[in-house]
């Protein structure tokens, strides 16, 4: 099955830093989603990104499918960002595909 | 209103028990699924349900039962609790199966500790 890694799988940022973070799957895919799960726990959607660049306002990602990867750009990084950040795929049979997970802390 | 709501939220229970967890998404969507999050936080597909017919069965205990009565809801039943099940449960639905080109929704997250 695809594999999804993640890197790194540690992160901790003074506020205000600017920081990505990468995802690299081992098979061609047609939708790759990036999360944010916060403290809380709660899965929040950020991006859904099978190719190309999107941004939300400090957030950005981009997918290079023919390269398989994609990364995720936090800019002027706040304590509110601090999480985890997971990549994942679409499997043949529609279910998502996890990697690990980074897990980011923004200091004040 | 909130899109895939699980309930409950929070549950704990004694070994041998048996608990459900309920799942309802209000997006119209078909397809409906089951993952685990671990201690380690590796999130993992259970199950997915497509129009209330279920389409993937991952390597999962038979203690572990999916029911769909309809395509908007999908709850999860498991017999004799062990220790190991202590994890959390998100619920997640989508429009379509397959290597389809649509987000997948996530639920708040059922978390459940057996004592």
């Known amino acids: 099955g695809i594999q999804v890694e993640q890197s790194p799988p540690d992160l901790i940022l003074q506020e205000g830093a600017n920081s990505t973070l990468r995802c690299n799957f081992s098979?061609?895919?047609?939708?790759l989603q990036w999360f944010h799960q916060n403290p809380w726990g709660q899965l929040i959607n950020l991006f859904y990104?099978?190719?190309g660049t999107k941004q939300n306002g400090r957030l950005s990602a981009t997918t290079v499918a023919t390269e398989r990867y994609s990364l995720l750009y936090i800019s002027s990084s706040q304590t509110t960002d601090s999480g985890v950040y997971f990549c994942?795929?679409?499997?043949?049979?529609?279910?998502?595909?996890f990697g690990k997970g980074t897990k980011l802390s923004v200091k004040p | 209103d909130t899109a895939v709501s699980q309930t409950p939220k929070y549950l704990v229970t004694q070994m041998g028990n048996d608990k459900s967890i309920k799942c309802e998404q209000n997006l119209g969507h078909d397809t409906m699924y089951w993952y685990k999050q671990d201690s380690k936080k590796f999130l993992k597909i259970m199950f997915s349900?497509?129009?209330?017919?279920?389409?993937i069965n991952e390597t999962v205990p038979n203690r572990f039962s999916p029911k769909s009565p309809d395509k908007a809801h999908l709850n999860l039943h498991i017999n004799s609790l062990e220790l190991g099940d202590s994890a959390v449960y998100f619920c997640?639905?989508?429009?379509?199966?397959?290597?389809?080109?649509?987000?997948?929704?996530f639920g708040e997250g059922s978390w459940l500790t057996v004592v």
């Open positions: 349900y497509n129009n209330k017919e279920l389409i």
């Open positions: 990104i099978p190719s």
């Open positions: 994942a795929v679409r499997g043949s049979q529609g279910n998502l595909i």
């Open positions: 098979d061609s895919v047609n939708n």
């Open positions: 997640a639905s989508s429009q379509g199966p397959g290597s389809s080109g649509n987000t997948i929704y």
